[in-house]
């Protein structure tokens, strides 16, 4: 159990930032809307769990303009993925040593 403490990132422990990270792992770029529209949560609540990953440094933004509108994707970095992938680990690792 300790091994898996120690390897898991608290930044993941909320279901919508495990869901931002998963979807971000598999896509390049995903904007605000689609991932509130995936994850049907709240703009504030996105927003929240979204900055915390940013602060993280596991998460980059990037903004620009879809016409006149405003358009802000986000990119999982190297080391969001880094962290990310050691954190499914450590979840595979608990889950083989219940068996």
Do not use: C, W
Not at 45 to 51: E, F, I, P, Q, T
Not at 74 to 81: E, L, N, P, Q, V
């Amino acid at each position: 159990m300790k091994s898996f403490l120690d390897k898991s990132h608290k930044a993941f422990e909320s279901r919508i930032r495990l869901g931002i990270m998963s979807m971000l792992a598999v896509n390049d770029t995903l904007d605000f809307n689609a991932l509130k529209a995936y994850l049907e949560v709240t703009d504030g609540n996105l927003a929240s769990h979204l900055k915390a990953l940013e602060k993280e440094a596991f998460i980059g933004v990037k903004k620009s303009f879809v016409g006149n509108k405003p358009n802000t994707r986000y990119f999982i970095t190297a080391d969001g993925k880094k962290a990310f992938e050691a954190h499914l680990e450590a979840l595979q690792e608990l889950i083989r040593s219940q068996k």
